[in-house]
């Protein structure tokens, strides 16, 4: 494989450095000019013949060209100092230019069959990415054995309802709602799996369920991970506000996610992704109609509880970039 050239410099060879008046030399020659006005006037009057009025327009004419010379002494430091800045601008976009034209060379310089192995093994690893984040949020173990990753299952068909399968009409309990919101902390964990079961056969809970699985995954597509936020805890009072319509600044504290790297990830993804954005938007609806339901009854532990799963976490960080807690 051949070796890139260098990209051909973009600065104008007859540019050079940028010249001009600095405002050192501009102060030092408006003292010299004044210095001579001064000097001129002092010669040329008489203090002992001259009235004041003769006197006054002896200054005035002595001092006046000290006054026009100064003040485009002055003009001509100004222009200096934007031509020195305007050529160390110039030189930076050169360099950023270079530095885009040997990134391009070098991509050039890839063999087609090289590129197509990189393109794979990004599609393999994002393919990888979702299947191990589908149903819980937390970030793989560098020390798990490659054999785990065998018994991940199909996140479509983890959790099917079957044709025949009966709908559960009765309101679920609150410990499998906090539970199912959390989702299974891992493969070993039987109650969360129990309750995702049951929160996905309970038709008021399911679509929220969906939604918040969908908004979990494309979070961790973007490294965002529930466990690694660390929210100010609001008070059950705000919850139970939130969960009575109130808005604004009555419920500003549970927008506490601070991170700001996670928030501008997630808003940039809502930009620039209609399909995430609606969803997002359908999620925060749903967890809205969820936890106004459960707040009717459940008492402050259980709020707590509920707020410091990960769906809670999403629903506080989509909230927070979409105006929820602000407006």
């Known amino acids: 494989m051949s070796v890139p050239r260098p990209a051909p410099s973009l600065a104008s060879p007859d540019r050079g450095k940028a010249h001009g008046l600095t405002p050192r030399i501009a102060r030092v020659l408006s003292v010299a000019v004044w210095g001579a006005a001064a000097a001129g006037f002092l010669l040329m009057a008489d ?18 060209p000290a006054i026009f010379v100064s003040f485009g002494l002055l003009v001509a430091a100004a222009v200096g100092a934007l031509s020195r800045e305007a050529h160390h601008l110039q030189g930076a976009v050169d360099e950023l230019r270079r530095a885009v034209l040997q990134r391009e060379a070098e991509a050039a310089a890839l ?83 129990d309750s995702l079961q049951l929160a996905l056969m309970t038709p008021p809970v399911a679509p929220l369920i969906r939604t918040a699985q969908d908004v979990l995954t494309r979070l961790a597509q973007e490294g965002i991970y529930m466990d690694d936020l660390r929210p100010d805890r609001a008070r059950p009072e705000f919850w139970r506000a939130f969960a009575q319509g109130k808005r604004g600044a009555m419920i500003a504290p549970l927008g506490g996610i601070r991170d700001r790297s996670c928030l501008a990830i997630t808003s940039a993804r809502m930009r620039a992704d209609p399909e995430f954005r609606a969803n997002a938007h359908l999620f925060l609806r749903e967890f809205d109609r969820v936890f106004s339901a459960f707040a009717q009854d459940a008492d402050d532990s259980q709020i707590t509880a509920l707020a410091d799963t990960r769906s809670a976490r999403a629903f506080m960080l989509v909230g927070r970039v979409s105006g929820v807690f602000s407006r």
């Not at 309802?161 to 070993?188: C, K, Q, S, Y």
């Open 47 to 64: 203090f002992a013949t001259m009235d004041a009025l003769t006197l006054a327009a002896l200054a005035l004419a002595s001092f006046m």
């Open 111 to 193: 063999s087609p069959l090289a590129q197509s192995r990189l393109e794979e093994l990004r599609s393999a690893q994002e393919e990888t990415d979702t299947r191990l984040t589908m149903f819980f949020s937390q970030r793989s173990r560098a020390s798990a054995a490659p054999k785990d990753a065998t018994v991940i299952h199909d996140p479509q068909t983890t959790f099917p309802l079957e044709e025949d399968a009966t709908l559960n009409d009765a309101p679920l309990p609150p410990a499998d709602l906090i539970r199912a919101l959390n989702f299974p902390e891992n493969e070993g964990d039987s109650k969360g799996f």
